[in-house]
């Protein structure tokens, strides 16, 4: 049974509402911008949304590091690529990411790892990846390691284009942003996870991603 892209977006915007109202207030002046701060702060909300039968599978591949989304932590990140932890708000309602300048799929690109919000838990636990083709580096983030450039993907990335989209999912846009997203049935404790997917095309062309995944009531 599906959910509507109304809930899957509170659900989400519910994980990340301490993210964005917080940044003036920490004393770090870097903020979370680009495609995730978007999609966190519920600039995509009116994209074209479809419902995905089944979940993405839950596993990415950056060199040696398998990525598992709420089992992987930004320290474990941070101890395969480097790079500085920043910080929003604290104790259940901080969010913490690391962001990378890399070549992805050839195309010089921001990349973000993001522990939002309740759903993170104390262990910063990654609840959202995402990156964005762009020429310059995004407040925040260093150059990332050659290392970081080698992903394997479980559903199309920047290098993909309309017809990824099409064949991986039935549906797609040529232009703008299309979110899929999937509601996964409540398992013995009564917990939900919801999967979101959301790319940016460019005629055609995917230039923005996010892959996300949250656990709530």
Not at 108 to 114: K, Q, R, T
């Amino acid at each position: 049974m599906g959910i509507s892209p109304v809930r899957i977006m509170a659900a989400l915007a519910f994980a990340a509402s301490s993210l964005l109202p917080l940044q003036a207030a920490y004393s770090d002046d870097v903020k979370l911008s680009g495609f995730p701060s978007l999609i966190l702060s519920g600039g995509t909300a009116k994209s074209t949304s479809f419902t995905i039968p089944k979940p993405f599978k839950n596993l990415m591949k950056a060199d040696t590091l398998d990525i598992v989304l709420g089992q992987t932590t930004l320290d474990d990140i941070q101890k395969q690529f480097g790079g500085e932890i920043r910080k929003r708000g604290a104790g259940t309602d901080a969010a913490s990411w690391l962001c990378y300048q890399v070549a992805l799929d050839g195309h010089a690109s921001n990349l973000w790892f993001i522990a939002n919000g309740q759903s993170s838990g104390s262990k910063r636990m990654l609840n959202m990846i995402s990156a964005e083709e762009s020429d310059s580096a995004r407040s925040g983030c260093s150059q990332g390691p050659e290392t970081l450039t080698e992903w394997v993907l479980p559903v199309p990335g920047l290098k993909d284009d309309e017809s990824a989209l099409q064949k991986a999912f039935g549906s797609a846009v040529h232009n703008g942003i299309v979110r899929y997203s999937n509601r996964m049935a409540p398992d013995s404790n009564g917990l939900v996870t919801l999967q979101a997917l959301v790319y940016q095309l460019d005629d055609g062309q995917i230039d923005g991603v996010s892959f996300s995944q949250i656990t709530t009531k």
